[in-house]
């Protein structure tokens, strides 16, 4: 019975209050401010996502790592779970608004963006980010809620690289985006055809990944401490991604940080006077501030706030004094993070998870290049012996 006791009110109590807290401030939101029902909507969305991200430990960069290191392949199997709910659920979606993918027509805010050699350096430049960071940025957002002292130099970073993003947005608009084609695969093979090529794909990477899974060691700890396994998370994030598309936005963590950028550095002064053509894609868009709230702005506070009741519950809300070579490759890997999802508009959360999802082949060609650059980044970690 011990082993399905409830956490000790020390860590209940606490806990409660947070997440009471955070539902009170998207009722709060819902009366107060413009546009309150959407807002309170996300902001809700936000407190499920850090819940199920923090619970599950939904980190691309980590649970690459455990399969990599110890062939455990789990993790990537969540995620492979979260993209099968994702795209059933979307495709149902896009039916019912699109009942034919007609050519030249595309499901509206959809993350379904250029396909170009920027997006595939966009997500080779995130993927070395964030092994040198240890984290993506969601994982860096959601581990604030455990008391990262790391992750803020990571998110700091990430505004620096928006900002160097923005600075070389028009060089590579006119070189190579602006010309780009946007491969929805709907068009080309119909809502059926999409999902049946893209449920293929995964399950050949499941069966991979599956022959050559190894299972751990058993968790310590009872029930409720332990981490849910990873693919509840993922089927639980791929139903909240398809809910979130249908009634607010697709699934991105980075339009928020972006704009914060873009608008620091526009009051500065150092942006061209025009960005080409950057107002013009979906996908994590970014915008200058001119309101204090914002949908995805409202959606990240309340997945933190939803991470940090997730972590005191569970006793993982454990800060710790960082150290300076771990705060060097956070900021670092945070600047190639921020520049890669500039470029590739969003990031593992955005032009991955919801592109896939959306039937989008930009969302293919950012995992492909995104998993090289992890690879790249964890044999730097080996071979520097960065823990």
């Known amino acids: 019975m011990a082993d399905l006791a409830l956490p000790p009110l020390r860590r209940l109590v ?3 209050i947070v997440l009471t807290a955070a539902v009170w401030f998207s009722h709060t939101l819902g009366s107060i401010a413009e546009g309150g029902r959407e807002l309170a909507l996300s902001a809700l969305f936000g407190i499920a996502f850090g819940i199920f991200l923090q619970r599950s430990r939904f980190c691309f960069f980590c649970v690459s790592r455990d399969f ?27 039916g019912a608004f699109m009942p034919t993918p007609t050519i030249g027509r595309l499901p ?12 595939a350096a966009g997500a080779l430049s995130f993927g070395l980010g964030m092994a040198l960071a240890g984290s993506c940025i969601s994982a860096h957002l959601y581990r604030l809620g455990e008391g990262s002292t790391v992750s803020p130099f990571a998110l700091l970073g990430a505004l620096f690289g928006f900002v160097l993003g923005f600075l070389s947005w028009n060089t590579l608009y006119l070189s190579g985006i602006q010309q780009a084609p946007v491969i929805w695969l709907p068009h080309h093979f119909g809502y059926a055809g999409s999902v049946a090529l893209q449920l293929s794909v995964l399950a050949a990477l ?15 700890g009872s029930k ?6 990873t693919y509840v998370g993922g089927l639980l994030i791929g139903f909240l991604g398809v809910l979130a598309y249908f009634r607010i936005a697709p699934l991105g963590v980075t339009a928020e940080l972006g704009s914060i950028a873009r608008t620091t550095a526009d009051q500065l002064h150092w942006l061209p006077s025009r960005l080409e053509g950057i107002d013009t894609f979906s996908g994590c868009a970014t915008v200058i501030k ?9 959606f990240v506070l309340s997945l933190i706030l939803g991470s940090l009741a997730a972590a005191l519950s569970a006793g993982d809300f454990k800060p710790r004094r960082p150290k300076l070579p771990e705060i060097g490759r956070a ?11 500039l ?28 998993f090289g650059g992890l690879w790249l980044g964890w044999q730097l970690r080996a071979k520097m012996h960065w823990n």
């Not at 900021?331 to 999802?341: C, K």
Request: charged residues 10%; glycine residues 14%.
């Open 14 to 16: 606490p806990s409660v």
């Open 108 to 119: 509206p805010q959809a993350h379904i963006g250029p396909v170009s050699w920027i997006l």
């Open 224 to 229: 409720w401490e332990r981490r849910w396994p």
């Open 331 to 341: 900021f670092i890997g945070g600047i190639l993070m921020g520049w890669g999802s």
């Open 290 to 298: 001119e309101t204090l709230w914002s949908k995805n702005g409202v």
């Open 68 to 94: 990599i290191e110890r062939r455990d392949a789990r993790g990537l199997l969540g995620i492979i779970a979260a993209l099968v709910i994702g795209i059933l659920g979307y495709h149902l979606v896009f």
């Open 343 to 370: 470029v590739a508009l969003g990031c593992t959360i955005g032009t991955l998870l919801s592109g896939i999802m959306a039937g989008a082949a930009s969302g293919w060609v950012f995992a492909l290049f995104l």
């Open 206 to 220: 499941a069966i991979w990944l599956w022959r050559r899974h190894q299972a751990p060691e058993a968790t310590a």
